[in-house]
């Protein structure tokens, strides 16, 4: 039985423990650690884990795979805590909603003989904790994959393999792509909803407002009741970029300011329309498909995860359709 450690038992980490559970993966002794018994217990008795570790080092020693789904600030003193019980060759990856200041700090803790590849599944809930995991969190949602210049081979093809097993679409981006990319599409809106429900909530007139708010304003301020600390994470760890597109959205809020203030009634219209047409298009076309057809075989072991026998193909099959599509280019300054 190859141990895998999942360190942090809250939505992401405990929905990961699930997944794999619930996956072809054979051979397999998950082992979870959360700082709370009483989430130690509720992973165990929901099926997410197979036993509960008593401390981070418990969970990570000897394990073939390490995956850590703490708090982002929280990293660095994992790391620390691990890196001396590590066995050679062991994969540790993450989870966190931002990329570069976790690949420094693996470069910086982790021993040689260990292997680091950043990841980010792209799902969620505005829920947290062990009570909102879900097997099905990751099924066909993108799972950034984000290795280092040096990183191994085998150890990405890890990942990979984590990602397909969990239902999720391996996306490979470097850090600073990645971090750039997700503060539009993941932390600003998480900035902006919450500045939105506490502008309005501050208001003098929220106890009659409040009785008017329905499934729109409910809507777009869903993510304010994500959890605190994770969002601070995201901000302090991923600053500059949050600043710039908070920056972008007040330049883009002041356009639409001048436009319903001036006199131009089809210039509004049309604004709204070209927004309406490709958010539309957006929603029923989406992003074009980057999933590999998942093996036909009954199952894997860890023992196939670990050497590529199966996440190699994977890997193959996914960077063969990636140079078909054309280069992304980055968001302009």
């Keep these: 039985m ?6 942090g038992l809250g939505l992401i980490g405990g929905s990961l423990g699930l997944a794999l559970k ?28 197979d036993r509960a570790a008593s401390d981070a080092q418990d969970a990570a020693k000897d394990a073939a795979i390490v995956i850590i789904a703490t708090p982002i600030l929280t990293t660095p003193q994992i790391l620390k805590d691990i890196a001396s019980v590590l066995p050679a060759n062991c994969v540790v990856t993450d989870v966190a909603s931002t990329k570069g200041q976790v690949m420094r700090w693996a470069a910086e803790l982790l021993p040689a003989h260990v292997g680091f590849v950043g990841g980010h599944p792209m799902a969620g809930k505005e ?5 909102a995991a879900d097997a099905a969190l990751f099924e066909g949602r993108p799972y950034c994959v984000v290795p280092s210049p040096q990183a191994d081979e085998a150890a990405v093809n890890v990942l ?18 990645h971090d750039s990319y997700v503060a539009a599409i993941s932390h600003l809106p998480l900035v902006v909803s919450t500045a939105l429900f506490s502008l309005v909530r501050e208001s003098a007139a929220w106890p009659e407002m409040s009785r008017l ?5 409910r809507d777009v301020t869903r993510l304010a009741s994500g959890s605190p600390e994770m969002s601070e994470d995201i901000c ?18 002041r356009r639409y300011r001048e436009l319903i203030e001036g006199d131009d009634e089809e210039a509004l219209l049309r604004a709204f329309a070209k ?14 498909p980057r999933r590999a057809e998942r093996p036909t ?7 196939d995860l670990l050497v590529g026998r199966w996440a190699t193909q994977r890997t193959r099959e996914i960077m063969k359709a990636l140079e078909k599509e054309p280069p992304q280019q980055r968001p302009k300054e």
């Design 236 to 253: 302090r760890t991923n600053r500059e970029n949050v600043v710039h597109w908070l920056d972008r959205m007040i330049a883009e809020i």
């Design 2 to 7: 190859a141990k895998i450690a999942i360190i």
């Design 22 to 49: 619930r996956s072809r993966l054979r051979d397999a002794d998950i082992v979870g650690f959360s700082r709370s018994a009483a989430t130690r217990e509720k992973a165990r008795k929901a099926g997410a884990i």
């Design 297 to 303: 075989d009954a199952g894997i072991s860890v023992s």
């Design 213 to 217: 708010a329905s499934s729109g304003f």
């Design 127 to 131: 829920m947290s904790g062990i009570d």
């Design 275 to 288: 927004a309406k047409r490709e958010r539309d298009e957006f929603v029923t076309s989406g992003p074009a």
């Design 160 to 177: 990979v393999g984590i990602a397909e097993l969990v239902g999720a679409t391996p996306l490979f981006m470097d850090a600073e792509e």
